[in-house]
C-alpha cells in the first residue's frame, strides 16, 4: 500500500526558546525567509504525501493561519502589482490537503501519534519532526519511501552520532543489510555512551506500518509521564520488521538556539541574494 499520509507534529512547547515561545510557535521561527514548518511541509509535498496531518496544542494557531488563505494580503499585493509574491501566496494556500489535531496534553510523542488513529486507519504512514531540518538534493522523506516500497515493512531514519551525544537519542542495534541500510535488532531509548549498542541514532523521520498503534497504546508512560516512540518500536519489533535508513543529506537540529543558528547560516550561505554579503560578514567576525 503507498503512503500517502503524514503526520507533523508540533505541539511541542518550545521551552529551549523562552520567552520567545510565550506566544511565537517555535515552529514558527524563521529559516531565511520561510519558518521551520514550511521545510516540514514542502519536503512531505516533494515525496508525494497526499495529506498532511498537524499535531498541534494550544497556542498554535498561527500555524493554521500561516497556511489559511489570507485574502486581505492578496488584495494589498494585488493593488500593488507585486504579481510573483502574488502567486507565491496563493500558492501556499494551496500546498496539500492539510488537518488539524489538537493534542490536549504533553504526554510525548507516541500519544501525539496516537491522536491521529483514526484518521491514519489501517495503512502506513510517515512522520516528520520539524525540528530536524534535513538539507537534500532528494527529499529525506521520499529516499526512505523508495526503502519502504522495496521492502515493505516500517523504516527509521538514523545517522552516526557523537559517543558523548547517544544520551541524547534513540539508539539502535544494527545488522546490515546493505551499505546505509540495516535491520534493527534492538532499539535503546538515550542510553549512556557506554551501555549504547552502536553510535546510530535514529532522526525525525519514520515511516510506519499501522500496527504501531496497538504497541502504541500498550506501551505505558516512562519516568516523566511521556509514552515514548522508541519504546513502542521495541515493542513492534516482536513482531514487525524495522529498517534503519542512513539518509544522505546534512540535518540541522533547530529545535534548539544555536541549532537554529548555524542552520541559518549554512542555509543563508547557498542562497544567491545573501551569500556574498553574508560571508563578508562572517569573515570580518575572525
Known amino acids: ?13 518550545g521551552t529551549r526558546f523562552l520567552p520567545l515561545t510565550r506566544s511565537q ?37 498561527a500555524i493554521e493561519d500561516y497556511f489559511d488563505r489570507s485574502l486581505e494580503l492578496e488584495h494589498v499585493l494585488e493593488q500593488k502589482g507585486k504579481t510573483k509574491l502574488l ?40 512522520v516528520i519532526l520539524p525540528d530536524d531540518i534535513i538539507d537534500s538534493p532528494t527529499p529525506v522523506l521520499r529516499q526512505m519511501i523508495a526503502i519502504y516500497e522495496h521492502y515493505r515493512t516500517n523504516v527509521i531514519a538514523v545517522e552516526p552520532v557523537n559517543h558523548q551525544d547517544t544520551v541524547k537519542y534513540g539508539i539502535i542495534e544494527p545488522e546490515e543489510i546493505s ?4 535491520r534493527v535488532l534492538s532499539l535503546v531509548e ?48 516482536g513482531q514487525q520488521t524495522i529498517n534503519a535508513y542512513e539518509f544522505e543529506g546534512k540535518r540541522y537540529d533547530t529545535g534548539n538556539p544555536l541549532g537554529w543558528l548555524k542552520a541559518n547560516v549554512a542555509f543563508g550561505l547557498k542562497e544567491p541574494g545573501i551569500r556574498e554579503e553574508l560571508k563578508k560578514y562572517l569573515a570580518q567576525l575572525e
Do not use: W
Open 87 to 126: 502567486q507565491e501566496m496563493r500558492e501556499l494556500s494551496s500546498l496539500v490537503n492539510i488537518c488539524y489535531i489538537r493534542q490536549k496534553e504533553q504526554l510525548g510523542l507516541g500519544h501525539a501519534i496516537l491522536t491521529a488513529r483514526e484518521i491514519i486507519g489501517d495503512e502506513p504512514f510517515a
Open 190 to 237: 538515550k542510553p549512556r555512551p557506554s551501555q549504547a549498542p552502536s553510535n546510530l541514532g535514529v532522526v525525525g523521520r519514520y515511516i510506519l506500518m499501522p500496527e504501531i498503534f496497538d504497541a502504541l497504546t500498550a506501551t505505558p508512560p516512562g519516568k516523566i509521564g511521556e509514552i515514548q516512540l522508541t519504546d513502542a518500536l521495541q515493542l513492534l519489533l
Open 179 to 182: 551499505p546505509r541500510l540495516y
Open 25 to 61: 510557535p517555535k515552529e514558527m521561527l524563521p529559516l531565511i525567509n520561510k519558518p521551520l514548518i514550511q521545510y516540514a511541509v514542502e519536503e512531505a509535498i516533494g515525496s508525494g504525501i497526499e495529506q498532511i496531518i498537524l499535531i498541534t496544542a494550544l497556542g498554535k494557531h
Open 1 to 13: 500500500m503507498k503512503v500517502r499520509k503524514v503526520i507533523i507534529t508540533v505541539a511541542g512547547r
